[in-house]
């Protein structure tokens, strides 16, 4: 087998025509170089170096290997180069997933924001629904997750909050909207229409757990899956529906969309949470990522909620 230390000293030597030269260069005693190359040649079955009264000349075979150990060690550098280019961020790929509400609501800026640190990682970025996003991240389809709410493979995976979301119930406002003006219970509510996301989605599976923590039993007269979608059927007067704040406060404030003010146990808070598979070892492109998603308070994205952060 081929002695890449022995390759590289030898490479040094036909390189500048001097065993004494490349000992310099390398920090080696020149005998020391001189032994490794002899037993470069023993192991070759080839003389590679042809001594002359002042220095060495690369015999056929040395021209030959030469020019292999110049390829190699060329390559060797690139390698190198490439990983520092990773390690400091100057490439990379990063593949990120997000359910429904932080992949329309958040992870735009949160691109945009990273990518003006970071212009030279590749990424790309899929929306849907929790549990498709988490299959995605067992699969190794996907680096890193980006949901509101509980999911089906939870105990495959990591999670850290890295903010907080308020849900709020709405119906469209204006004459005749559903409900009255009062505030209602999640069991007043029941009887009227509901607009729910689909199963599989995290904000559609934390809804059935507020219901049944309520005892109110709701069989939704129109699914979604979008919390777009589901914010224009509201606005058209289809029903009422459970949606996050941060999706539809613009509506609120113009008077499309009134929030019905819940009293009882009505659960309002939901962590957003980073979510990566169990165990899988970080790139610095993911580690950077994810410190980048950590808001500090007063730092909240153009166009996001005001949320607190842990």
Same mark, same amino acid.
């Given at each position: 087998m081929l002695n890449l230390n022995h390759l590289r000293l030898f490479a040094a030597a036909a390189a500048s025509g001097s065993v004494s030269a490349a000992a310099e260069r390398l920090r080696i005693s020149q005998p020391a170089i001189s032994k490794q190359i002899r037993e470069l040649e023993l192991s070759l079955g080839a003389t590679l170096l042809e001594r002359l009264p002042r220095g060495v000349r690369p015999t056929p075979a040395g021209e030959l290997l030469a020019d292999y150990a110049r390829r190699l060690f060329a390559l060797e550098e690139e390698a190198e180069a490439a990983l520092a280019e990773l390690r400091d961020l100057r490439r990379g790929r990063l593949r990120l997933g997000a359910s429904m509400t932080v992949g329309v609501y958040l992870l735009p800026e949160m691109l945009a924001r990273f990518q003006s640190l970071h212009p030279g990682i590749a990424i790309s970025a899929v929306v849907e629904n929790t549990d498709t996003?988490?299959?995605?991240?067992?699969?190794? /389809?996907?680096?890193?997750?980006?949901?509101?709410?509980? =999911? /089906?493979?939870?105990?495959?995976?990591?999670?850290?909050?890295?903010?907080?979301?308020?849900?709020?119930?709405?119906?469209?406002?204006?004459?005749?909207?559903?409900? =009255? $003006?009062?505030?209602?219970?999640?069991? /007043?509510?029941?009887?009227?229409?509901? *607009?729910?996301?689909?199963?599989?989605?995290?904000?559609?599976?934390?809804?059935?757990?507020?219901?049944?923590?309520? $005892?109110? /039993?709701?069989?939704?007269?129109?699914?979604?899956?979008?919390?777009?979608?589901?914010?224009?059927?509201?606005?058209?007067? #289809?029903?009422?529906?459970?949606?996050?704040?941060?999706?539809?406060?613009?509506?609120?404030?113009?008077? $499309? #969309?009134?929030? *019905?003010?819940?009293?009882?146990?009505?659960?309002?808070? $939901?962590? #957003?949470?980073?979510?990566?598979?169990?165990?899988?070892?970080?790139?610095?492109?993911?580690?950077a990522f994810m410190a980048s998603s950590l808001y500090k308070r007063g730092e909240t994205p153009a166009g996001a909620p005001r949320a607190r952060v842990r």
């Open positions: 996003i988490q299959a995605a991240l067992i699969a190794h /389809q996907l680096d890193l997750g980006l949901v509101e709410g509980p =999911g /089906q493979f939870e105990s495959d995976l990591e999670s850290h909050t890295f903010a907080w979301d308020e849900l709020i119930v709405v119906t469209a406002d204006g004459p005749g909207r559903l409900p =009255g $003006r009062g505030a209602s219970t999640l069991r /007043q509510l029941a009887p009227l229409p509901w *607009i729910m996301r689909e199963p599989g989605s995290g904000t559609r599976a934390l809804v059935d757990q507020i219901l049944a923590r309520a $005892r109110v /039993q709701v069989t939704p007269t129109w699914i979604f899956n979008s919390p777009e979608a589901i914010k224009q059927a509201v606005m058209a007067g #289809l029903g009422v529906a459970i949606v996050s704040r941060m999706a539809v406060e613009s509506e609120i404030s113009a008077g $499309r #969309l009134r929030e *019905i003010k819940v009293s009882g146990h009505f659960a309002r808070r $939901r962590p #957003l949470r980073l979510q990566w598979l169990r165990a899988r070892p970080h790139s610095a492109a993911l580690k």
